[in-house]
């Protein structure tokens, strides 16, 4: 059986735990709008949106004003150019989930699809995501 957890507030959820991402990813900006499916489902994106590559070789979307709060320019660069960006570090809340889960990058948002031992995140309030076990472990640490 699939659980559907929408967009959750994981903030009070108290099996869910504190964690700080920490990733130096590649970068291009969105010059038409489309879809990017990741490993995980579907992202929509629009022009201007970043289209990003993770160090483990995962590929996802961000709305550019989310991106620009989240993200900051690496080795140089100027903003808002394609390239290298390191994330922000920020605390995120992150629970494991021990069944297949969908959750919903925002509510009513592109639907994501996950396995038993993936990760259900909320990176701020009607911002969720979902991570993979493994890359979870690599790119995740608990706080």
Same mark, same amino acid.
């Given at each position: 059986m699939t659980i559907h957890l %929408? /967009?959750?507030r994981l903030s009070e959820d108290p099996a869910a735990m504190k964690a700080v991402k920490d990733e130096v990813v590649s970068v291009t900006f969105a010059r038409s709008a489309g879809l990017l499916m990741s490993a995980v489902g579907p992202n929509h994106y629009a022009? %201007? !949106?970043a289209l990003i590559t993770g160090s483990t070789g995962d590929r996802w979307s961000v709305t550019r004003d989310r991106f620009e709060a989240k993200y900051r320019p690496c080795d140089g660069q100027m903003p808002g150019a394609d390239g &290298?960006? &390191?994330n922000v570090p920020v605390?995120?809340?992150a629970k494991q989930m021990h069944s297949p889960f969908t959750i919903? &990058? /925002?509510t009513g948002g592109d639907r994501l699809s996950g396995l038993a031992g993936d990760w259900a995140v909320?990176?701020?309030e009607? !911002? /969720?995501g979902l991570v993979a076990q493994d890359r979870f472990a690599a790119v995740y640490r608990q706080a």
């Open positions: %929408g /967009c959750p022009v %201007g !949106d &290298r960006y &390191r605390l995120i809340w919903e &990058r /925002c909320e990176y701020a009607n !911002d /969720c």
